[in-house]
């Protein structure tokens, strides 16, 4: 029987990576609370639908940066996915532009961006960046995206230093010297393994709101800024010039104890007023999380860990599934809800949860 | 011995029934949180008891659309009661009638309107009702239930598509073709078995308070709307014509995530304004559980799960004696908090439980 | 080695006696929510201790209706007693003599007010009045303990009906034929073996306030209230003539689901505006619970169950160490608190706790 | 493998140590309610980081009292280290100093403020200090830390008398009379096995704050107290003279059911307001929760279990690691916070964490 939602797809993959691998993906920094409070902070809002609502023809299609989405659900960018599978970011690329959704290619992906716009031509494609010490680098890696048809920059800022990832420390979890990062191989001079910490050792930790100005001006694409969690930061992404910002604690694997995602996004969404669309990125296994996050201001959702998890248990197929059973949960969370598109999501449909 | 409450008749019913058969009763949509939800909801409220009222002659007899009920708890509708137990729609309507109070068949019984008369002649019924595609199969329905001594119409709106109930996806639950489930026998053409969701399929899912408003003129019965969880909803349906409105979330089956039923009851309640009485469907098991909902402003509860497993374990008999548990316990409730009647219990018997 | 603490005494007591007879004792009501609620109330508040006050004499001695008690906690009224141990009630008064402190004979004991008397002519006691149907008996009752030197009458005001306790139920547990119970044996005719349910039948459900106010009239003591949970009926209590009022919800015995004790305790404390002291009974573990109480408003507290531990555990020896281990814990509470006196403790003493 | 966090010291230290040990130094008062909610206190706050602020030189170095300090954590005083580790005091106190930051000894430590100063000559070092009733002992005791270049006094002044350790009196711990604990046997006449209530009894329990004004005028050290949960106290302890003041509960070990540290920390924080510096101790397991204590106000915190365990595990270097972690985990969280250093963090770093 194929797997019936997110949660089970967790399950196979953990039984198809070895358990460094699994670890790796799967895990959080410290004490792993903000791990679980991405997700628990759905459970702390329930949803108020409406009924007698004509829903026949309901359906999550949706628009983002000027383009279509068939669901408010885009593929976040995540590192090394050919650890996952071997159909790796490619794999998980045409599964998305299938699904007729947004894939980001992380900078830390084992393909170059050249590479998977080839493995992947159609679809829609965002580059996720890291800023390297060395910048020619990283101008290299934005002009390469720009030129190979990725539309939109989406630089994440919440890793200055790599979190305390406390279950690789104890699996001894490195990035095996066979597995290709292109981009860390250019900032390093000859690899062996290596752990993620090492990689991050090569990024910037002393990038200002000031570099982003100079991406803006100079990237010739739109940017989008991942890693905002409160109304300051995201009052000066968009004054220097983001075009949409994404709440996100990195999947809880940076700073340990900080908000939960979903906690932080009606401040954000306040405080951006409307200016850019904001993006929720933590914690979504649900159709109903998705419907939370539309209701509480967010334009869309990125998902993570079910993407790899598909991957894991299945290659591309399994991403593909993955994609399809969240558009079933949208779409029906949407009809039960009384709404015949992510549009009519608004703040009356969720309530903050009667304590316990 | 007997049971000596509503909950050690589930364990029961999970003995006397095969596993799909009761997952599919006893089951909820997602991962069952509105299902757990509905039931803790009345764990966050505490009663508030007054002492030294004379209660030697309380009694939990009330009122509702004009007619006589032994107690504030009506039988929900169920669909497919002959899964249960051979007694099915017949014996539980019985036992109602001998409890004296009402019984809601529903549009998905194993049985006719016309039929479930005649089993059980005596006794209040109301038929619950959902909207096929083919209107005409519902205007029948109609015309059936109001000659054959029906005292209301329940339309059920919460049902646009079916929820996506996972306990069956995984159970392979069907409802077995040699179960006769009369009102689907008449949408479709020559059945073997099915699912819920084909069945589903077959009701109208661009019904609209237009519709509503069409039924109260052509029923040529009191209309009750059941499915509301929120303030709009409850006004339009008043607005519409309902002579009565019942808070429901379909027992978890349909949106998980929603609002447990009873903490949408005081804004219904607030709502509506004392123009209809209000019924709260969702999570009763227990006598005090029947008062709170009181004290929150329904006029009268449903149960629906603990009669499916009072028929389960001991056909018309079980039901008979869930119905007097719950007799029991609501007139010990009412003399325990002070009150003589149903009618008494006021918003000060409930407080908000402290928090832990 | 001696318990360290009463809830050790209840493990000794559930190996000592019965498991009938020990969940007769232990028991509550339906689902025993307010049972653990009654405990899980002072959990809810911490203390906020101040420093540097010189406690090297703090003592927990106190007063109640005009006399002196050597700490606020008195002996809650519990019904056979001689069910626990052959000690009895007269053992159980003799240690609350002995300790220096209140104890209260049931209209349930196992022996009378007179004979009771005799066997523990010293210390304060006070008679906890049930009303029979038969006035006689009461009357008869009320004038034997004032005769017999009993200083107050505590008439319980929660039980116009049993409570449907379902382990004694369940288990069968009556009240064997061969243990007397004096009040009852008068009130009904010839007995053997009966249930409680069977003995409360012969109470009075129809008391009202006017019936206190006969009682205040013609009892020739002080009478206290005991059973009051809200507001309304603490100004009611006084009114009538009540010299002192004790909140309580019957230790969860009676109707399950209402507030906890301590819950109740502020909104009384405040209805009551000093004219009367006001009795906490409910869930009393710890020496930091007496000082929680006090902090809360209340004069003094009442334990019931952690009595009929040491009852059963050791019998009067055992009642004596139980009342010896919560002065001293009392004692150090007050000290560690900054008070030498439990009248030093004040609301400032105590805050909600922080949620989770 | 060495260990990746202070919580897997404590399991080390567990196997090290004999139970009665152990549990002499984990436990606390009472039902440990305290203990745990040290703990759980910082888990109801969630941090709230800054992006894009350049920390690439972020470091925790900081100041207290005038000086320099590696981190804002302090090495706590506790008794009778000598049980954990040969290398005891001393041993602790240098690598406190190698740390760079402030030790302090205990009153009841294994050796004398003199012994102390030469085992470690270098690092600053603060006495923590206890009256005894016999106060020549006490003005001994600071004459010799004064003398021997401990820079404070650090008055601890919630100990009039012994909490209820519930777990030392199951295991019958006893200082052995072979540990030598100076002071004490300067206070007792000629000294076998001793119960830490038998140490405590020979304190002084009639302290008050004119005794704080006393130490103050003659101590000739600046004098820190300790044991402050509330506005009243913290603003006494300023007006008699205390150049800052320590909340603290005595890590569960007094009082049960007193506030948490961290949730004492902010009123005490407004009572002071600016005057002198806060320090926060009891429950700090993680650099996280160092910066959710600096957020709250505070300028450093003490970590007293979590150096017992390093040293009961592997003596003075495991101090020195538990103190390396701790640094690092500061530095990082710092930096992911986006701060630079410790007096950048500020109220607008944490939040509430939202309820379940």
Not at 74 to 93: I, K, N, Q
Request: glycine residues 10%; aromatic residues 6%; hydrophobic residues 45%.
């Amino acid at each position: 029987m194929p797997p019936l939602n997110l949660v089970e797809y967790e399950r196979l993959a953990e039984a198809a990576l070895d358990p460094q691998t699994f670890g790796y993906f799967a895990g959080g920094a410290g004490d792993e609370q903000t791990l679980a409070d991405n997700i628990a902070a759905f459970g702390r809002w329930v949803l108020r639908p409406r009924m007698l609502v004509d829903v026949g023809a309901a359906s999550p299609a949706s628009t983002l940066l000027g383009g279509p989405i068939s669901m408010p659900v885009l593929v976040a960018p995540t590192a090394f996915l050919r650890l996952a599978h071997p159909d790796g970011e490619g794999g998980v690329a045409r599964a998305a532009a299938a699904a007729g959704t947004i894939y980001c290619l992380s900078t830390l992906a084992t393909t170059t961006p050249a590479d998977l716009a080839r493995a992947s031509p159609g679809g829609r494609r965002w580059f996720q960046l890291y800023c390297y010490r060395d910048r020619g680098i990283t101008r290299s890696l934005v002009q390469q995206a720009r030129e190979t048809g990725f539309e939109a920059i989406l630089l994440t800022v919440d890793m200055p230093f790599s979190g305390r990832r406390e279950r690789d420390l104890r699996s001894g979890f490195v990035i095996p010297g066979e597995v290709e990062v292109p981009s860390f191989t250019s900032a390093s001079s000859g690899r062996g393994s290596a752990t993620l910490a090492e990689m991050v050792a090569l990024l910037d930790p002393t990038l200002t709101w000031r570099d982003l100005e100079d991406l803006v001006a100079e990237a010739g694409l739109p940017v989008v800024v991942k890693g905002i969690l409160g109304a300051e930061d995201a009052r000066l992404a968009v004054a220097s010039g983001a075009e949409a910002v994404a709440v996100s604690n990195h999947g809880g694997r940076q700073l340990d104890g900080v908000l939960a995602s979903l906690d932080a996004l009606p401040e954000v969404v306040e405080a951006v007023c409307g200016a850019v669309p904001v993006i929720l990125d933590g914690g979504v296994r649900r159709g109903t999380d998705v419907v939370k996050a539309l209701a509480l201001g967010a334009q869309a959702v990125m998902v993570g860990r079910p993407i790899v998890w598909g991957l894991a248990a299945q290659g591309e197929p399994g991403v593909a599934y993955v994609l399809a059973l969240l558009h079933e949960e949208v779409r029906l969370a949407l009809a039960l809800l009384g709404c015949v598109a992510p549009a009519q999501v608004s703040r009356r449909h969720v309530v903050r949860r009667a304590d316990d």
